[in-house]
């Protein structure tokens, strides 16, 4: 048998965990080729047996855009889209919004439909909501490209300064996915109750978020109340680093910025201080 | 020699019946009252109040107060009944669940053979199981590619390497997941009644690994209800009891220990009152006994002889339609037989319905059924369609010896539950 590394082994010290528990980044690192693998898993598996694919991830803000036009076209929707034309205006709402939807989706059921491997292998848990949250950026990329044909289609040009803000406003986005998915997959492994909120929950959400309508009408305290949301620092954040709508960051992201953080962290402890009781509950 | 597992007075508890006790007034109400009750929970948890210091929840020690030292590169065996706590050993030294107290160190990476196929997608071909596999398992990416050839071989399924899984026999499946596990390498292997999975070809091949992995200088825990094979791949065992660590011997010492202290409990199961459901009443049972031929309570019984089952009860009540079952299973969980006291039209009629007093109904299993192993047998009390008094699915467990059963002078092992002496008849035709 070929000895890769003839390395020593080292001692792990197993004792109940009191009070705080540690963050333990340092396991997420080294287990980090897994993470790779699970994202690599689920885009696999996430399309097999489908008859159109990886074309899913471009039919659903499609055709919800297509809805909402249509309805505006008609009269009964009747929103600002700041001068942008609205299916552009619309879908380039419906791109990040999509992507937290499915993270939350996918990540909230991370734990228990992996719970033959909690209850019987140690890894680091995180893993699975992690793995869930990032595997959703194959499909926002898909959705991306449908966006750069509109985008080139509606003659919208973004500044060169697209191509360091909407990373950032994407990692944003990322921050809050993950944040709010931490504590929903850790719920969800003591109550089910989860599955059945979560529709409700996204729905509830997407009213609050300016998706399909524009807020800068907005009076100035409407706005601040506004940003305790992160979503709609991150779906105006997305207009404007690629369509030039609103009046950019100002200093209601930042508040956007500290909550998804809050959220993110609160929910790092929660998952750590629950994650002990995972293998006896779930 | 150096230490390679260290555990210091461990303990883990559970509790029991704590989440259908949490919301006994009917869900939603519960859910939102528990949902405002949140951030108190939360700040308790923070803090280490609450949680695990609350009471008004029964629980349970399933493991207590067990310490004891492996040295690198030597095979313990692990015995005791189901419920003994040998598995919450085992999950707590493969860091699955945390112990409540104590603590352990181990020195380099777990493995186990329980593990076998855990991640394994249905819908990945055998070829990203492999990867996939070896990922969770712990290895690494270059580690799986270097071994990734002779993981195949071992399987023996490279025809079918780039299948999807779901489209595996279950044979194939077993024997690919046990490849990966088995090239794990792992400094410490555990290996958990691998016998109860799997054909006889897949669990000598497994006690093989076993071999070579202990040969290797590694460590190896292995627990099984098979004492032949503990006294074959171990030389030393502990016997655990109700959680407890009761002895640690040379092998051959812990298992006389193990077969003959629980002379009173195996083949007999015993009810206290406080171990009967109220909601039983008026029906009470007492006990549960497995006898050999001459009438002694034994563990392990002959397969060529009769086996005879007593199930002692109370009715406080007279009862009509009572119906006392037998249920026989394998330790894998399946089924071998069920039968009723009042099958027999003859029976029923007399004993349809019963006064309130003691009885005792016999059961006698006969000669030639069974196969080597051991096998559970659980007891019912019901009126049909009308009400299930008592159930326990798992009163007991005993072993059967087949020594001079039909094939034994070939001395491989047969298949099946069920080991019967079949009227065999040759002629020849021409």
């Known amino acids: 048998m070929t000895e890769i590394t003839k390395h020593e082994p080292t001692t792990i010290y197993i004792k109940p965990s009191k009070g705080f528990a540690a963050l333990n980044l340092r396991d997420l690192w080294v287990y980090r080729e897994l993470v790779f693998f699970m994202i690599w898993r689920d885009i696999k598996v996430r399309y097999k047996q489908t008859m159109l694919g990886a074309l899913w991830a471009i039919i659903q803000p499609i055709l919800t855009m297509l809805v909402f036009n249509f309805l505006l076209n008609r009269g009964v929707l009747n929103v600002q889209s700041d001068g942008i034309p609205y299916p552009i205006f619309s879908y380039t709402g419906l791109l990040p919004w999509g992507l937290f939807v499915a993270a939350l989706n996918q990540a909230s059921r991370s734990l228990t439909s992996n719970h033959n491997m909690i209850t019987k292998i140690y890894f680091p848990r995180l893993i699975l909501p992690v793995a869930s949250v990032l595997g959703g950026l194959v499909d926002f990329v898909i959705a991306f490209i449908v966006l750069i044909g509109m985008m080139i289609y509606f003659k919208v040009s973004p500044a060169w300064s697209v191509l360091w803000t909407l990373p950032l406003f994407l990692l944003l986005a990322i921050v809050t996915a993950l944040g709010v998915a931490l504590w929903l997959s850790a719920i969800n492994v003591q109550y089910r109750d989860v599955n059945y909120a979560l529709p409700f929950l996204t729905q509830f959400w997407l009213f609050i978020t300016p998706v399909i309508y524009s807020s800068s009408g907005f009076s100035e305290k409407m706005r601040l109340a506004y940003s305790l949301n992160p979503m709609a620092g991150v779906v105006n954040g997305f207009r404007w680093a690629l369509l030039g709508s609103g009046t950019g960051p100002d200093a209601s992201l930042w508040v956007s910025v500290a909550i998804s953080f809050l959220v993110l962290f609160g929910g790092l402890f929660y998952f750590r201080n629950m994650e002990k009781t995972f293998a006896d509950t779930i | ?430």
């Open chain 2, 1 to 430: 020699m150096t230490t390679a597992i260290s555990v210091k007075n461990i303990g883990k508890q559970y509790r029991i019946g704590a989440a259908q006790t949490k919301f006994k007034y009917g869900m939603l109400r519960e859910v939102l009252v528990d949902a405002a009750m949140m951030p108190v929970r939360m700040y308790k948890a923070l803090t280490g109040q609450g949680a695990r210091g609350t009471t008004n929840t029964s629980s349970f020690w399933a493991l207590k107060d067990v310490s004891f030292d492996v040295e690198e590169g030597s095979v313990l065996g692990i015995v005791g009944r189901n419920g003994a706590g040998k598995s919450t050993l085992l999950k707590i030294l493969s860091r699955v669940t945390e112990p409540t107290v104590g603590t352990v160190s181990v020195r380099g990476r777990v493995g186990s053979l329980l593990e076998v196929g855990t991640g394994f997608h249905p819908e990945l071909t055998g070829r990203e199981n492999i990867f996939m596999n070896g990922a969770i398992l712990g290895m690494k990416n270059a580690e799986i590619e270097s071994k990734f050839d002779e993981i195949v071989d071992f399987s023996e399924v490279s025809q079918f390497i780039d299948t999807p899984v779901k489209r595996y026999s279950s044979g194939m499946y077993l024997r690919l997941a046990f490849a990966v596990a088995a090239h794990l390498e792992p400094e410490i292997l555990v290996v958990d009644e691998v016998l109860a999975v799997g054909d006889a070809e897949f669990q000598r091949k497994c006690l093989g690994k076993m071999g070579d992995v202990a040969q290797q200088g590694r460590t190896v825990l292995f627990v099984s209800h098979n004492m032949s094979a503990i006294l074959r791949l171990t030389q030393e065992a502990i016997v655990l009891n109700k959680g407890q660590l009761i002895m640690r011997a040379p092998t051959q010492e812990a298992v006389d220990f193990y077969l003959s202290s629980g002379q009173s409990q195996a083949g007999e199961q015993v009810w206290d009152a406080e171990d009967v459901p109220a909601a039983s009443a008026p029906f009470r049972p007492i006990s549960l006994k497995v006898k050999d031929r001459s009438g002694k309570v034994v563990d392990t019984v002959r397969s060529t002889e009769p086996v005879h089952i007593e199930f002692e009860y109370q009715l406080d009540a007279p009862i009509t339609g009572l119906r006392i079952g037998l249920y026989l299973s394998t330790m894998r969980g399946e089924y071998v037989l069920a039968s009723f006291d009042t099958d027999d039209a003859e029976m029923f009629d007399k004993f349809d319905s019963r006064k309130s007093g003691r009885f005792v109904s016999r059961a006698e299993i006969p000669a030639d059924i069974f196969n080597e192993g051991r096998y559970s047998l659980g007891v019912n009390a019901s009126s049909f369609g009308v009400r299930r008094y008592f159930m326990d699915e798992n009163a007991l467990a005993f072993n059967v010896d087949i020594s001079g059963a039909p094939g034994t002078q070939w001395g491989e092992p047969r298949v099946g539950p069920v080991r019967p002496r079949l009227n065999w008849k040759i002629e020849k035709l021409d």
